[in-house]
């Protein structure tokens, strides 16, 4: 059987990343990396896969568009990554959020759906985030059975998303997955992002801002791992299935900010702490147990390998600090 996957939103952070890791694994494949580059989505992520992919710029919510790239590369896998993340700006322009990752996800489902036929074996994974899932205090994780309380409009946007893909599984019989990952980080993530936007202003000597006490908790993920486990839930995972992935590595946002000006040896006198964001999560940690045990997958990377390994990678690829701005 080929395989001929769709891989949406591949010229963005962790698609582009995910795309030289499968292309590399699975030569055989078909990917059609289909991307509207937006602000987001930088063409050059994809220097490194352009010989092995096909590109096909466009924006998900156009159903004449999804249903000519379906038609005529014979898709029958998608892995959807695209979507707008950024939670800042979810809170000054919320309605474009709806508008990719609510109606974009639905079109493509639809379309799947209209072409593959009901009850259809082809696979659809929707890549979200446990924001999906609100706040935790102090203790306790998030499992796929925890309660769906989104407190941003990115993340009721994606949660939205995940419902009506998994609508799609039970109303129609389709072969979707839902993962929800932790944040990642790695190389070619935009400068808005925490960890490269740190970066950035104190290679440049400016000032580190830090929503309110810089206490807020992450779980982060290195996004090679992250793509490690995408690989396995998309051929081995169950239809109908949740998948949560974490890299059991939670750190304090100012503790993110410290490591970094100390990496590249800078004062923390450059930290400035300015007005905690609108509905500012507290602490978001994940219980991968579930594709452990399914699965068999388990991040491999060490917190402290990986963000030096990030750092330096953004050292020797400075001008994607600037490129995607």
């Not at 937006?38 to 568009?65: M, P, Q, R, W």
């Not at 953004?314 to 994607?320: F, G, I, P």
Request: charged fraction near 25%.
């Amino acid at each position: 059987m080929e395989n001929n996957i769709i891989v949406t939103g591949a010229a963005g952070f962790i698609g582009s990343n995910f795309v030289e890791y499968f292309t590399e694994k699975y030569p055989s494949y078909k990917i059609i990396v289909v991307d509207k580059l937006t602000y987001a989505g930088n063409i050059h992520n994809l220097d490194k896969v352009k010989d092995k992919i096909v590109f096909e710029k466009g924006d998900i919510c156009d159903s004449e568009f999804i249903t000519s790239v379906f038609k005529k590369y014979n898709v029958n896998g998608v892995i959807h990554f695209a979507a707008e993340s950024h939670v800042d700006n979810s809170i000054k322009n919320p309605f474009i959020f709806t508008q990719t990752n609510v109606l974009g996800t639905h079109t493509l489902l639809e379309t799947a759906r209209r072409i593959w036929g009901e009850g259809n074996k082809n696979r659809f994974i929707h890549i979200s985030t446990d924001e999906v899932y609100g706040t935790l205090g102090e203790e306790g994780y998030f499992t796929e059975n925890t309660p769906i309380k989104p407190n941003s409009p990115y993340s009721a946007s994606k949660a939205s998303s995940d419902l009506i893909a998994l609508a799609y599984y039970k109303t129609y019989k389709m072969n979707v997955i839902v993962t929800n990952c932790s944040n990642n980080y790695g190389p070619y993530q935009h400068s808005e992002k925490l960890i490269p936007h740190m970066i950035k202003l104190a290679l440049n000597n400016e000032k580190l801002p830090v929503y309110g006490t810089g206490n807020n908790i992450r779980d982060w993920l290195y996004v090679k791992d992250h793509c490690k486990a995408i690989d396995i839930v998309y051929h081995e995972g169950k239809a109908g299935e949740r998948y949560n992935i974490g890299g059991h590595n939670e750190k304090r946002n100012i503790d993110i900010v410290k490591l970094i000006l100390k990496t590249l040896d800078k004062p923390e006198s450059l930290i400035e702490f300015v007005t905690d964001r609108k509905g500012h999560d507290y602490r978001y940690a994940i219980d991968p147990s579930k594709i452990k045990e399914k699965l068999g997958w388990e991040p491999e990377t060490k917190f402290e390998d990986g963000i030096t390994d990030t750092i330096n990678w953004y050292l020797d690829n400075r001008e994607w600090l600037d490129m995607v701005d």
